[in-house]
Every structure is written in structure tokens, then in C-alpha cells.
């Protein structure tokens, strides 16, 4: 990274704030497990792809490697209790909310032992007594539930609050600005946390928007916006725990906007002909948890003790992905109208 020019730098990542120091309500522990979880996400996935081309998950996986850092900063902003929404890309989000592995792995997989009985696939887990309120494959369809989850808080006075993941393609469509407006009119507790990683599949998002920087559209809507490296794990962290702050003190939503630049593909079968990715290759330079395991260094950490975090994540999703292929059970035809309703009754 020494060698990499800051101009170059800021070419593909505009908002890049060097990683020099953390938040000082992080210890080192907490540095630690946030390195952890960066490295179980980015492990994760890398096995979600190998296992995919092996045709062993059906349907289609949209891995989460190399923005791993925006999961993990906004979920350790919450607290126990607090509400998320996901997206399609949701696999880095509800692991950094603590989901099990081996649950999430027999969900791919399609195994009745996942989290949804093999229902969901990759891209609806969900986990309602975890907080995580559901992955979804519509664009922008998980802002609106999270603030319906934010009114709810409010209501029942509860001081919980709400954070709803999405990409850049989500703020084109209607359910962006209304729930932006309906969170910032009746101050209710939400976080709009968007990741910008500049591609809405295969459409530049320059392309379709005037304004590419997203995060002023709050001004429109009556809420604080802000734009941080979502590259540097503690700049996320620092904002989304600001914004929660901030709604817990009642006084309403944030909309904060994540640059992190897609490396990989869409999806994990995604070859990305549709762009150049040659000059690209400088972010694995910068890539996020790269960066953290060099900060950590410098805090004293060995080489050898992050050699050691990479190796139990490798084992954890070793061991989900053997649970998920050889102990779990296909969903039997009994349970095929299970489910269809939130009481488990068939009307038929």
C-alpha cells in the first residue's frame, strides 16, 4: 500500500480515509473480533462460490468478499435487540449479526435444517428473534419493512432501533424516498445504510443517476447525510454508531452512504464482461480486511495470531459446509404448503 499514489487511490475510492488510528471506545479485543468476523465473512463466501460452481447450491449466491467491512462496522454499531434488513448480497450482513454458519450453509444448500427449512435460499435468511428481519431479492424492498420496524420501536418505546442495508440501484426506486421521508418526518429510529459499490448488476450507476453521490439526497429529505470509505472498517463503524446514537436519543433517521468498489462479480457466476477490470486491481491493494490485518499490526498483533484467526474461520466454514452436506435433511414433501402462511394453516 506504501507504493499505491494517494491520487490513484482516490480515483477508485473518492471518500478513502486512511486506516491510522481506531475509535477509542475499541479495544483491542474488540479490533480482534471485528478482524474475526471480516475473515469469517470474506472465508465464507469464497467457499459459497467453490460450492455453487460445483453445482452443490442451486439457484444463484451473491457473495459479499471485499465489502465485508460495511457488514461488520454497522453491526457492531448495534446493540442486542436492534433490527436489520438485508438485500440479495446479505450472507456478509447476517453473519456480522452473529448468524450460525452451519445454519446459514444448510439454507444454501436447500437443507430443512437452515434457517428457513431450505425455503429461502441465499437470498431470504432470516432470523426473526436475532433481529434480522429478512434478506430479500427485490431492489429496495427491505428499506420500507425496516422502517415499519423503526415505528414500531417508537411506538412501544422499546429503544430499539432499525438499520436497513441496500445497494446503489435501491435509491432509484420509490421505496427510498418514502421511506425516507415518512423516517425523517416522524423522526422515527432507522439507519439507511447504502452500499455504493458504483454497480447496479451490469449498469454503471453514473449511467442512471445525475448526482452520483447519494448521500446528499438526505438534504431533500429532511435527514443528516454522510458519505465514508467503505473500505476502512472503522470510518463505517464511527458514522453508523453516530447515527445510532442519534436515533436512540429520539432524534430520528441517517442516511449513510458506503463507497466500496465492486472487485468481484454480481454474483458469484458473474465473469463481469460487461466491464474492464484491469485497472480495478489496484483495490486489492487496499481491500478491507487487508487493511485491517496491516492496522493491527502495528497494534502489536503477530503475524501468527491473525494466521491463527484465518485458520479457525477456515475450519468453522469447513465444518458448515460438511454439516450442511452430509447431516442435514431435504425439506420432505409434507412440508410443502408449511410455511405458506404465518399461522401454518392451510386454506385451500
Known amino acids: 500500500m506504501k507504493d499505491l499514489p ?3 487511490i482516490k480515483i ?7 486506516m491510522d488510528q481506531a475509535p477509542p471506545n475499541l479495544t483491542l479485543e474488540d479490533q480482534k473480533r471485528i478482524y474475526r468476523t471480516m475473515a469469517l465473512i470474506r472465508e465464507f463466501e469464497f467457499r459459497v462460490r467453490e460450492q455453487w460452481r460445483a453445482n452443490k447450491i442451486r439457484g444463484l449466491a451473491h457473495a459479499y468478499y471485499y465489502e465485508e467491512a460495511i457488514a461488520t462496522g454497522a453491526c457492531y454499531a448495534l446493540e442486542k435487540g436492534d433490527y436489520i434488513t438485508s438485500t440479495h448480497r446479505g450472507h456478509g450482513h447476517v453473519l ?12 444454501l444448500f436447500g437443507k430443512q435444517e437452515g434457517y428457513n427449512h431450505g425455503k429461502g435460499g441465499s437470498m431470504h435468511i432470516a ?5 434480522i ?3 430479500t431479492g427485490i431492489v429496495a424492498s427491505g428499506i420500507a419493512p425496516a422502517t415499519g420496524a423503526a415505528l414500531s420501536a417508537k411506538l412501544l418505546k422499546n429503544n430499539k432501533v432499525s438499520l436497513s442495508f441496500f445497494g446503489d440501484g435501491a435509491t432509484n426506486a420509490g421505496p427510498f424516498s418514502e421511506s425516507l421521508n415518512m423516517a425523517a418526518a416522524w423522526k422515527l429510529p432507522v439507519i439507511f445504510l447504502c452500499e455504493n459499490n458504483g454497480w447496479a448488476i451490469g449498469t454503471d450507476f453514473c449511467r442512471v443517476s445525475t448526482d452520483a453521490p447519494i448521500y446528499k439526497r438526505a438534504i431533500a429529505l429532511g435527514l443528516p447525510g454522510v458519505q465514508v470509505d467503505g473500505f476502512n472498517v472503522f470510518e463505517v463503524y464511527k458514522a453508523v454508531k453516530e447515527a445510532v446514537d442519534r436515533a436512540r436519543a429520539g432524534e430520528g433517521p441517517t442516511l449513510v452512504e458506503a463507497v466500496a468498489t465492486r472487485i468481484l462479480g454480481h454474483h458469484v457466476g458473474d465473469e463481469q464482461n460487461y466491464r474492464d477490470t484491469t485497472d480495478v486491481q ?6 478491507p480486511l487487508l487493511r485491517m490485518g496491516n492496522f493491527l499490526k502495528t497494534q502489536g498483533v503477530t503475524k501468527d495470531e491473525l494466521d491463527a484467526i484465518q485458520a479457525e474461520v477456515v475450519e468453522i466454514v469447513k465444518d458448515a ?18 410455511d405458506v402462511y404465518a399461522n401454518n394453516e392451510i386454506i385451500l
Open 6 to 8: 494517494l491520487d490513484e
Open 12 to 18: 477508485f475510492l473518492p471518500c478513502y480515509q486512511p
Open 96 to 107: 456480522a449479526m452473529g448468524a450460525s454458519p452451519r445454519k446459514m450453509m444448510a439454507e
Open 127 to 131: 432470523d426473526v428473534e436475532a433481529g
Open 133 to 135: 428481519l429478512g434478506a
Open 282 to 287: 489496484v483495490l486489492y491493494q487496499i481491500e
Open 321 to 338: 459446509i460438511d454439516y450442511a452436506e452430509n447431516h442435514c435433511t431435504e425439506p420432505g414433501l409434507e412440508t410443502l404448503y408449511r
